[in-house]
DNA sequence: GTTGAAACGTGGGGGCT
DNA sequence: AGCCCCCACGTTTCAAC
């Protein structure tokens, strides 16, 4: 069987591998071969072993979200009193594609969202939309100031 | 010139194309030429042009930082006192790569950080640096709920 | 992990509507 | 201006080593 879910110990060829195609994800196998110094077909085997272990879960293309018209991100951070609103959650995230990124944690704010939004108006239609579920506190980006791949330690 | 600031429109095409490479940023032309009808010089055309435009910014490889070794995901809010402290947060976010977000943002919390790390101990050593900088409230994630792509309206 | 050869995808130029 | 076809070249794939 081709055991996908193993985990096996990543060495430096491995930590390079995924350091490289995390700068650039479109990069070709030939540049990376070069760049983790192994011949083409050992660093396919490398990247598909990674891929199929689910430690690269996804590539995409980032496209800035001003770029296409959002001129607002905020944080929002909602508190929800009873049990767990997983499927109330679920159906905002689902009819508002702009929150972008959703975080259920600890303490008072169980959980927090980063709302991407054309305007004021625009964001409002989604926050009252939240404030439907439970209380929620809201706070505009001013920048975004770092945004980093995962360490590889 | 080859106008490579300039806002154009984007036509539903565009959006098909910035969608099928936000789902897979290592699609082939063909792949990608295929899904929004268009032949690949075309499809090739659009995707430099959006490149380009600096609408698509990147593509990356997504990496699971739980299976490279962080069991553990937090936010961390900080205040600061003063006027700007972009110099003493640009220091700590190069210091510890494990930051992997960083929001400058309104309201009491100035700034708001996502971290990875390996432990408790792990984690708290990286607070406690930010904790000389100001003031800080530490939630741990308990689970990513969403972690969707810009949409494109 | 490496080589090599066939299949496939890519990038530029010309011609089309 | 934008798209399509063509062709040389680079890249990926899959074998055998």
Same mark, same amino acid.
């Given at each position: 069987?081709?055991?996908?879910?193993?985990?096996?110990?990543?060495?430096?060829?491995?930590?390079?591998?995924?350091?490289?195609?995390?700068?650039?994800?479109?990069?070709?196998?030939?540049?990376?071969?070069? +760049?983790?110094?192994?011949?083409?077909?050992?660093?396919?085997?490398? /990247? *598909?072993? !990674? %891929? &199929?272990?689910?430690?690269?879960? =996804?590539?995409?293309?980032?496209?800035?979200?001003?770029?296409?018209?959002?001129?607002?991100?905020?944080?929002?951070?909602?508190?929800?009193?009873?049990?767990?609103?997983?499927?109330?959650?679920?159906?905002?995230?689902?009819?508002?594609?702009?929150?972008?990124?959703?975080?259920?944690?600890?303490? +008072?704010?169980?959980?927090?969202?980063?709302?991407?939004?054309?305007? /004021? *108006?625009? !964001? %409002? &239609?989604?926050?009252?939309?939240? =404030?439907?579920?439970?209380?929620?506190?809201?706070?505009?980006?001013?920048?975004?100031?770092?945004?980093?791949?995962?360490?590889?330690?």
């Amino acid at each position: 069987m081709t055991n996908g879910g193993a985990l096996k110990e990543l060495d430096e060829t491995d930590h390079a591998l995924l350091e490289a195609v995390q700068r650039d994800g479109r990069a070709t196998l030939s540049d990376l071969a070069v +760049e983790i110094r192994l011949s083409v077909s050992a660093t396919r085997a490398r /990247l *598909r072993a !990674l %891929e &199929e272990q689910r430690i690269i879960t =996804a590539y995409a293309a980032h496209v800035d979200p001003e770029a296409v018209g959002y001129a607002l991100r905020a944080v929002v951070r909602m508190k929800v009193n009873g049990p767990l609103f997983d499927a109330e959650v679920a159906t905002v995230l689902e009819r508002h594609p702009q929150i972008v990124r959703c975080l259920r944690v600890t303490g +008072e704010s169980c959980y927090m969202m980063e709302i991407v939004a054309t305007g /004021l *108006r625009d !964001l %409002e &239609e989604i926050t009252d939309d939240l =404030a439907q579920i439970g209380p929620i506190s809201t706070d505009l980006v001013y920048e975004v100031v770092a945004d980093k791949p995962t360490p590889v330690p």
